[in-house]
């Protein structure tokens, strides 16, 4: 079974950038689609930005123009670059893979999840 260990997050003031990073165990981000996701307390989960095995990409509307995902085939790495950060943007990011692609991350439920990174934007 494949692990993806998330890391980067941190406290950071409103209108600041951080840099996610989505590890794999395994070299499968070849082929498989990687989302990131974050959950703030007392909301559901919810798909932010998300990443094909051939590069195309999606947002959330609530981060289009600030976020942008990418990824590094030979480091098994998948990135969330965060600007322009909100308050609103504080929540636990997570990264979840798919092998049946862009869409088949927005389902949320039945995944397994790793410990996630916090993300705190305050003043």
């Known amino acids: 079974q494949v692990q993806l260990v998330e890391s980067g997050g941190g406290l950071v003031q409103p209108g600041g950038s951080l840099r996610l990073s989505c590890g794999a165990s395994?070299?499968?981000?070849?082929?498989?689609?990687v989302g990131w996701y974050r959950q703030a307390p007392g909301k559901q989960r919810e798909l932010v930005a998300g990443?094909?095995?051939?590069?195309?990409?999606n947002y959330a509307d609530s981060v289009k123009g600030r976020f942008t995902v990418s990824r590094d085939n030979a480091k098994n790495t998948v990135y969330l670059q965060m600007n322009g950060l909100k308050p609103e943007d504080t929540a636990a990011y997570y990264c979840?893979?798919?092998?049946?692609?862009?869409?088949?991350?927005?389902?949320?439920?039945?995944?397994?999840w790793g410990q996630g990174t916090q993300v705190t934007v305050s003043s």
């Open positions: 979840n893979a798919d092998l049946l692609g862009l869409r088949a991350l927005e389902n949320i439920s039945g995944r397994i």
């Open positions: 395994k070299n499968i981000f070849r082929i498989y689609a």
């Open positions: 990443i094909s095995d051939k590069g195309s990409t």
